[in-house]
């Protein structure tokens, strides 16, 4: 068996953030993904935002659950914290460090099986609790690990690898985390760095619970014709909030236009990429028109990216159950256990 290992040493040219990390800092294992999976660009994605939010990678707790996404927190950010929990509870777990250690900054990763089946009950309720957290959803609709089976995120009429058609209906995580309430709703594409990145770096340091829908085709399973979340379907389908550039296999393709302009761009497999650039007149912070907007763009077949909502004075669980200042991991005994005369007094309180 062959190991991989990237070398210790950096080069002194690298050039450094605010704090003296370089961007290889920030990196960590060398990804065992199949070549060309969109999880490794969205690790890519959290590299370039942690590196250039300035912030120690030892501040960090990320947390995951079960299948490919779930894997990748390893690949990025090796210096930080980090646990793998069982399939679909991760949120439980998150929220219990956060509610112990409050100093921390958590990620949540997470994928459509993880988080719209076994797991959307947590998903829900993390959202409503309004955690401080980012959550990442990697969505590829199909369980990558099991071979390819429709995920809970596969749009019905959506075609497997093997040519079986989706008969179900699919759950819409957007609207779901909106409906919960979650303060901050974004969706991108893994293809995608130049938007993806600063919605990565809003909910990174958004107060509350943010979660961030991934469109994350898997090359393996579900970058086929047929399929609602392959590279061409989401280029041919996509509507943006921001400016689009994808970074397909090849040399990258980059475009310049105005806002509320059209622009047809090939591909380099043949296929046309149809772009419309929005202009400044959505309001991310009206969260009916965020509804309707979503409910509109699925209607149509498109795949609706950028912020779609956002709550500027959200606050997070710590401000909702009024607990103290200082981490819970560090109180002592006198604080955590008062006496049998405070426990009265609680007791009192609640007849």
Not at 51 to 73: F, N, Q, R
Not at 93 to 118: C, E, F, K, P, Q
Not at 138 to 160: H, I, P, W
Not at 173 to 181: N, P, Q, W, Y
Request: glycine content about 10%; hydrophobic content about 40%; charged content about 20%.
């Amino acid at each position: 068996m062959t190991f991989i290992a990237k070398p210790r040493l950096h080069h002194p040219t690298l050039k450094q953030n605010r704090i003296g990390y370089t961007r290889r800092d920030y990196e960590g294992k060398v990804s065992t993904l199949c070549a060309g999976c969109g999880h490794d660009s969205i690790s890519a994605a959290l590299i370039q935002a942690f590196w250039e939010l300035d912030i120690e990678p030892h501040k960090v707790a990320k947390l995951s659950g079960i299948g490919c996404s779930s894997k990748t927190p390893d690949y990025f950010l090796g210096n930080s914290h980090g646990f793998n929990t069982v399939h679909g509870r991760m949120p439980s777990v998150l929220t219990g460090a956060n509610l112990a250690n409050r100093d921390l900054i958590y990620i949540g990763v997470s994928g459509d099986g993880d988080s719209a089946s076994i797991g959307l009950g947590q998903f829900a309720h993390v959202m409503r609790r309004g955690v401080d957290m980012a959550y990442i959803l990697e969505n590829n609709g199909v369980y990558g690990l099991t071979k390819g089976q429709f995920s809970a995120t596969a749009d019905a009429g959506s075609r497997s690898k093997r040519g079986v058609e989706n008969t179900d209906s699919a759950v819409d995580t957007v609207g779901l985390a909106l409906l919960m309430g979650a303060s901050y709703v974004a969706r991108g594409f893994s293809g995608d760095k130049e938007q993806l990145v600063p919605l990565l770096k809003a909910a990174i340091a958004h107060p509350g619970a943010a979660f961030v829908d991934v469109i994350s085709p898997c090359v393996a399973f579900n970058n086929h014709s047929g399929s609602t979340k392959s590279y061409d379907y989401v280029r041919e389908h996509n509507e943006a909030v921001s400016r689009l550039d994808f970074w397909p296999s090849r040399d990258a393709i980059t475009v310049s236009y105005e806002e509320g302009a059209v622009i047809e761009v090939p591909q380099h497999d043949g296929s046309i990429l149809k772009l419309r650039k929005l202009d400044g007149a959505y309001d991310p912070t009206d969260k009916i028109a965020a509804l309707n907007a979503i409910a509109r763009a699925a209607a149509d077949g498109e795949v609706l990216t950028g912020l779609l909502y956002v709550d500027p004075s959200a606050d997070d669980l710590h401000a909702h159950l009024s607990t103290v200042k200082v981490p819970f991991n560090r109180l002592g005994e006198q604080e955590l256990c008062p006496g049998s005369a405070m426990l009265d007094r609680i007791n009192a309180s609640l007849r």
